[in-house]
């Protein structure tokens, strides 16, 4: 599928900013589920100093700063990529292993192999390891039962018990707090997910992209109408015939829309980028010098290209 995605930012404050230096996640990068044919940042005013790299997790990040005064931001990150649902696939969710040799597994042991996925166990900025998420998770990963079999079940439970809310949480809403709830956005079904996972010890990461939607049937597709999308991958080692675990696959899982593959969900969806959680991947984030006050508009556009 080709996706054309337009992801415009607006930011208008008062008073004025002297300066300001911002980090932008707006890049995607060529990966097994999609290849980028083209992808810019464009930001008004014209940034003084702006350079491009990778982040710890692969990630490609643009720092700009600002050194004259300004009352509005504007950044238009245009991508044209091309995705694919059938490169990469693993075992049948039935047929991998239990859920507990995967928590053993990545438990510490002196002398034994490193697994890089060890990185995303953790407590990280959204994601606190509680008790009550663990008791969340263990209706679904019961004795011996298969580790990507029980996480496809978590996530289809999330999808059915909670209701999505625009606008009933904002980034501050601790996951915690949406839980109660049972309501929120993909954010925080995302992070709810995650924090479920990390606490009886498996590994995940949070991937934030796109999401091709469609409008109902004889209306035109809304300019600005989307919104960026967060999912769910978690990991799955590989087993033998002896059950020895070795390394193995990221699994993405998508609690919002109750979809689930290998690498991606879908030909739908575009992977920008990835973390331990939202405050690793934020679309901006930066640090400025006034503007007390600002108004944030955001618009996303996906739109499928006849190819």
């Not at 504007?74 to 049948?92: N, Y």
């Not at 009886?200 to 004889?218: D, E």
């Not at 979809?259 to 969900?265: E, F």
Request: charged share 20%; hydrophobic share 35%.
């Amino acid at each position: 599928m080709l996706l054309e995605i337009t992801h415009d930012t607006h930011y208008s404050y008062d008073p004025n900013v002297e300066i300001a230096q911002h980090f932008a996640h707006l890049k995607p990068a060529s990966m097994g589920s999609q290849r980028v044919l083209k992808t810019e940042i464009e930001v008004s005013p014209k940034p003084s100093w702006s350079e491009e790299s990778i982040d710890n997790y692969g990630n490609i990040f643009t720092f700009f700063s600002l050194q004259n005064r300004h009352s509005n931001l504007s950044i238009v990150a245009k991508s044209l990529i091309e995705t694919r649902s059938d490169i990469i696939t693993g075992p049948q969710p039935k047929d991998t292993p239990a859920w507990e040799l995967v928590r053993e597994y990545f438990r510490y042991h002196s002398n034994t192999k490193w697994d890089a996925a060890s990185e995303f166990l953790f407590t990280s900025p959204f994601i606190a390891l509680r008790p009550e998420f663990a008791e969340f998770a263990r209706a679904n990963f019961t004795t011996g039962r298969p580790i990507l079999e029980a996480a496809i079940d978590l996530t289809q439970r999330i999808y059915g018990e909670f209701h999505y809310v625009t606008k009933s949480t904002d980034i501050g809403t601790p996951a915690l707090k949406a839980l109660e709830k049972r309501e929120g956005v993909c954010q925080d079904f995302a992070h709810i997910l995650i924090a479920s996972l990390r606490s009886i010890g498996l590994p995940s990461k949070y991937i934030s992209g796109y999401i091709l939607t469609n409008p109902p049937p004889g209306q035109p597709r809304l300019i600005g109408g989307d919104a960026s999308h967060a999912w769910v991958s978690i990991y799955v080692p590989s087993i033998d015939a002896n059950s020895q675990l070795s390394t193995g696959l990221w699994c993405d899982l998508d609690p919002t829309n109750n979809r689930w593959g290998y690498t991606t969900p879908g030909d739908d969806y575009v992977h920008l980028a990835e973390g331990r959680d939202y405050a690793d991947v934020s679309p901006i984030r930066g640090v400025i010098h006034g503007g007390a006050d600002h108004i944030l508009d955001v618009a996303v556009t996906v739109r499928p290209i006849e190819q």
